[in-house]
């Protein structure tokens, strides 16, 4: 039986086997949704093989039969290996809000084109702001019911959600302008469920996407707040 004497080998070895579990716990817990497309997920799973494949080949090779002490490098350059798995397990569910919003746009609410608007029938639909803009002139005058955050600085609410396309560097916001006389005593950030009628709202000749007569509903944070083409 292969006797493993090398600290610097055996260091490497236990590095790769901890981000093997680090990557495997991002993917089957979901988590790594909060920072990447879950899209990219086969890069998760690439991830796993790949140090899986690493741990195999340091614990199969000769040279970890060698004596051989660790020295300081060794020691750090595994201790900065393991930051970012420290980072993921003390990290404690902060996620984009009204601060980043409020730089990442303009406009708080981008504008609509209004030539084709014309109401639509159809059941209540629930739906994400991202489809919700994207299909606007199609659930025109349609009732629906949205879930986001809530942002008060504009003349009116703003209910708003990011877009992760690619990573949460990249992250999109999306917002519309929703009427109601219940969220005075609100702040910044709340998550609020709404149900109300596709509309429009004209500000200095500008139309702007809005849910009229909204029903609101005052939600806990969710797990995962982002949404995702």
């Known amino acids: 039986m292969k006797r493993f004497r090398s600290v610097p080998m055996m260091l490497a070895a236990t590095v790769y086997l901890c981000w093997f579990a680090a990557f495997l716990w991002l993917l089957c817990d979901g988590r790594y949704m909060m920072y990447l497309s879950r899209r990219l997920w086969p890069l998760l799973l690439l991830g796993c093989i790949s140090c899986a494949t690493l741990v195999i080949g340091i614990l199969s090779s000769n040279k970890i039969a060698t004596k051989e002490n660790e020295s300081r490098e060794d020691l750090l350059n595994a201790a900065i290996m393991l930051i970012p798995i420290l980072y993921f397990l003390l990290y404690q569910g902060d996620t984009l809000g009204s601060f980043a919003l409020e730089r990442r746009v303009v406009s708080m609410v981008e504008s609509i084109e209004c030539s084709d608007l014309a109401s639509s029938a159809g059941d209540t639909l629930q739906t994400d702001i991202y489809i919700l803009l994207n299909n606007y002139p199609s659930v025109f ?36 302008f929703f009427e109601s006389n219940c969220i005075d005593t609100l702040e910044n950030d709340v998550w609020l469920r709404l149900e109300g009628t596709v509309d429009s709202l004209h500000i200095n000749g500008i139309v702007y996407p809005f849910i009229r007569n909204t029903a609101v509903t005052v939600l806990p944070k969710p797990g995962s707040p982002y949404m995702y083409p």
Not at 157 to 173: E, G, K, Q, S, T
Request: hydrophobic letters at 45%; glycine letters at 6%; aromatic letters at 6%.
């Open 141 to 176: 005058g349609r009732q629906v019911v949205l879930e986001g955050a809530l942002n008060t600085s504009s003349s009116q609410p703003v209910l708003y959600r990011f877009l992760i396309v690619c990573c949460l560097n990249d992250a999109i916001p999306k917002a519309i």
